[in-house]
């Protein structure tokens, strides 16, 4: 029979964290990762940076070695299919179970479908897998198309015309990141993409997508070798909710130590609604620096220690030569101001008086 312990779902940067910081604190009791992705944990960032781009890139978290170091047994490939709360149990494909007396669940998040016909053929970037088939699909491609605006979208479409492949990228917005950014952003962001070689359509839906083209709501088509679905994420909440766990706008809901409404459970990463002490309210969030540290919580917390989710989200994105770094709550704005300097610009968001997130591009 497997001894309970310290049981996390996921083996991405939240689940990996709060591993990694519980066994630091209980170096005896049973640690265990369970993780569907059968890769190795790596960075999911450098994907659609320099890994797409063909650049040498660290994406490996922690070896092999590093697991047996520090006695963290690593589960890949396996689906977990039901959470028993009651029982404290985890249930694996085949009806295995991980009996546990702490658990993490650090699912993420997975791709929104592209619902069009054709859409299947077009590829997500969002795993490893996916990054090594789509760098491979470019090597052979004239070229792409990438669906939706988002930092991601715009990431891939650099990448992709950095390649050498004639790239278009399209969305329904009018300029790029106009919903995150505003339409002033936007617009610098269309031009950041024009200089590195990318087409920009915008204000136009996708209706099917064949072997040769992207055909678009204007009754236009676009030639495309390669289709690149960046239509966002959508938080991975089902075996929570599924469990029992409460649950608001598709996200767990969590407190300051990331505890969800089960004893000994935590949420942490793209699949929680986490309790922020410094905005004093729940804050979702979709990006690696905050999902570290709300694993980082979890283990803390679980491990029983003092800590609360305090940190302002923050995250970077890179656009052919810039660099865009935000740090905010991206929960909307009422104004927004642009100041212009040598090295770039800087865009600060303000509800009322208070500042609610900063931009900086350089």
């Not at 024009?194 to 678009?216: C, K, P, W, Y």
């Not at 979702?284 to 803390?300: C, K, N, V, Y």
């Amino acid at each position: 029979m497997v001894a309970p312990g310290f049981v996390v779902v996921g083996s991405g940067p939240a689940g990996l964290t709060a591993a990694e910081t519980f066994r630091a604190r209980h170096p005896k009791i049973p640690v265990r990762v369970i993780a569907s992705d059968p890769a190795m944990p790596y960075a999911k960032p450098p994907l659609s940076k320099a890994y797409l781009c063909g650049r040498n890139s660290k994406l490996d978290l922690h070896s092999a070695a590093w697991f047996t170091k520090h006695d963290i047994q690593l589960h890949r490939g396996i689906t977990v299919e039901h959470i028993d709360l009651e029982g404290r149990e985890v249930i694996t494909a085949g009806g295995r179970r991980h009996p546990y007396w702490h658990l993490v669940l650090a699912c993420g998040a997975a791709p929104v479908p592209l619902s069009v016909p054709g859409g299947d053929a077009a590829l997500p970037l969002r795993s490893f897998a996916d990054a090594v088939v789509l760098r491979m699909a470019a090597k052979n491609s004239d070229s792409a198309v990438v669906i939706g605006g988002g930092l991601i979208g715009c990431e891939a479409a650099s990448c992709l015309a950095a390649l050498g492949v004639a790239t278009t990228l399209v969305a329904p917005e009018s300029v790029p990141v106009q919903r995150r950014f505003g339409s002033e952003v936007g617009e610098r962001v269309a031009k950041m993409l024009s200089n590195s070689g990318v087409r920009f359509i915008g204000g136009t839906r996708v209706t099917a997508v064949s072997d040769t083209e992207v055909a678009l709501d204007t009754g236009t088509t676009v030639p495309a070798d390669l289709v690149v679905s960046a239509t966002g994420v959508r938080p991975d909440a089902r075996l929570a909710a599924a469990a029992g766990l409460d649950t608001a706008h598709g996200r767990v809901v969590v407190d300051e130590r990331m505890h969800t409404s089960a004893p000994n459970v935590y949420a942490a990463g793209d699949m929680a609604l986490a309790y922020n002490v410094t905005a004093q309210h729940r804050v979702p969030s979709e990006h690696w620096h905050d999902a570290t540290e709300q694993g980082r919580i979890a283990g803390l917390a679980a491990a029983g220690c003092p800590a609360a989710w305090s940190a302002v989200p923050e995250f970077s994105c890179v656009i052919g030569e810039h660099t865009m770094t935000y740090r905010g709550w991206g929960s909307g704005y009422e104004a927004s101001s642009i100041e212009e300097d040598c090295d770039g610009f800087t865009v600060t968001y303000r509800c009322g008086d208070e500042i609610v997130g900063v931009l900086r591009v350089s």
